[in-house]
């Protein structure tokens, strides 16, 4: 009985190692597909049916490098196998879209370490909108980041999206011992229930975003600078800036003839006023009343708080 129970242990071992070996394989052979718009060093499945990439670097121009990238979600390895033909997450990596298999079962996690973006003088440029509107002065440029003695950006980091009763939530966390600590979550409400698979945004509404930051420098550095340039102090500056702001929301509110209302305007030129005269954290929270539909983004009626 002994060597009948131990031979079996021995087939099931061999069988599941030769399953992983197999996906690992195929995992492989998929992202040596996509090259060479990436490279990487080793990518494989783990028994959970995670997927760990290490050395991942996207390809010039885009000088980004990571060392340790994981995507998690409970069963999909399970599900990868059931469902082989059947895209639940696509991935979008310049204009080029990945599929992944039997990814977006809940909890789906994204998570990197030693994420390392240079700052070269042309990785971006001010958006049209910005200059138009007269906020170019307050955006800084990769030549400003620079002088103020930022080079690149090495973050840590994840994405999470579970569900939470009858909501899903989406956060995302990124940090820079140097730059600080942005929190951002999301809440949506499903328009239907029970939730169907695969996940569709247009399935969902918008409730609630949070956005938390915590300041490690770079925002003092930049007011400094917007002072020094505008040749005036933090006060005042900080004082036209949330001026200028409040006229735009103004502006933007007559514009749209009603579809687009805010209300807590006061708690959020507070708390940037405070923010930008002594740097530290940042919270806000914006709630949609009612929750926004994906579809109908030209109706947007919000509180901040």
């Given at each position: 009985?002994?060597?009948?129970?131990?031979?079996?242990?021995?087939?099931?071992?061999?069988?599941?190692?030769?399953?992983?070996?197999?996906?690992?394989?195929?995992?492989?052979?998929?992202?040596?597909?996509?090259?060479?718009?990436?490279?990487?060093?080793?990518?494989?499945?783990?028994?959970?049916?995670?997927?760990?990439?290490?050395?991942?670097?996207?390809?010039?121009?885009?000088?980004?490098?990571?060392?340790?990238?994981?995507?998690?979600?409970?069963?999909?390895?399970?599900?990868?196998?059931?469902?082989?033909?059947?895209?639940?997450?696509?991935?979008?990596?310049?204009?080029?879209?990945?599929?992944?298999?039997?990814?977006?079962?809940?909890?789906?996690?994204?998570?990197?370490?030693?994420?390392?973006?240079?700052?070269?003088?042309?990785?971006?440029?001010?958006?049209?909108?910005?200059?138009?509107?007269?906020?170019?002065?307050?955006?800084?440029?990769?030549?400003?980041?620079?002088?103020?003695?930022?080079?690149?950006?090495?973050?840590?980091?994840?994405?999470?999206?579970?569900?939470?009763?009858?909501?899903?939530?989406?956060?995302?966390?990124?940090?820079?011992?140097?730059?600080?600590?942005?929190?951002?979550?999301?809440?949506?409400?499903?328009?239907?229930?029970?939730?169907?698979?695969?996940?569709?945004?247009?399935?969902?509404?918008?409730?609630?975003?949070?956005?938390?930051?915590?300041?490690?420098?770079?925002?003092?550095?930049?007011?400094?600078?917007?002072?020094?340039?505008?040749?005036?102090?933090?006060?005042?500056?900080?004082?036209?800036?949330?001026?200028?702001?409040?006229?735009?929301?103004?502006?933007?509110?007559?514009?749209?003839d009603g579809n687009f209302k805010i209300t807590g305007q006061q708690?959020?030129?507070?708390?940037?006023?405070?923010?930008?005269?002594?740097?530290?954290?940042?919270?806000?929270?914006?709630?949609?009343?009612?929750?926004?539909?994906?579809?109908?983004?030209?109706?947007?009626?919000?509180?901040?708080?």
């Amino acid at each position: 009985m002994r060597k009948v129970t131990a031979t079996l242990l021995l087939a099931s071992a061999l069988a599941l190692g030769a399953g992983k070996a197999y996906w690992d394989h195929q995992l492989n052979q998929y992202l040596t597909e996509k090259q060479p718009f990436f490279s990487y060093q080793t990518a494989q499945f783990s028994w959970l049916g995670n997927i760990t990439v290490q050395h991942f670097t996207l390809q010039p121009p885009r000088s980004l490098s990571i060392a340790n990238l994981k995507l998690s979600s409970i069963g999909s390895l399970l599900m990868g196998a059931l469902l082989p033909t059947t895209s639940l997450l696509t991935l979008q990596i310049g204009s080029h879209p990945i599929a992944l298999p039997g990814l977006a079962y809940l909890p789906l996690s994204l998570e990197f370490q030693d994420a390392n973006f240079a700052i070269h003088t042309n990785s971006w440029e001010i958006p049209l909108l910005a200059k138009s509107l007269g906020y170019a002065p307050f955006i800084p440029t990769p030549q400003d980041l620079q002088n103020m003695g930022y080079s690149h950006l090495q973050l840590q980091g994840y994405l999470h999206l579970t569900q939470v009763a009858t909501q899903l939530q989406t956060t995302v966390e990124l940090t820079d011992a140097n730059w600080g600590k942005f929190t951002l979550s999301i809440n949506w409400l499903p328009l239907t229930t029970p939730v169907h698979w695969p996940l569709r945004i247009e399935e969902f509404s918008l409730h609630q975003i949070t956005l938390h930051f915590q300041e490690a420098g770079l925002i003092k550095k930049m007011v400094a600078r917007w002072a020094q340039t505008q040749g005036t102090d933090r006060e005042t500056l900080v004082y036209l800036l949330i001026t200028q702001l409040n006229q735009s929301l103004t502006n933007w509110v007559k514009m749209t003839d009603g579809n687009f209302k805010i209300t807590g305007q006061q708690t959020l030129f507070t708390k940037l006023t405070q923010f930008l005269t002594h740097p530290d954290l940042l919270t806000l929270t914006i709630t949609m009343t009612p929750p926004l539909k994906i579809d109908n983004l030209l109706t947007v009626h919000c509180h901040i708080s």
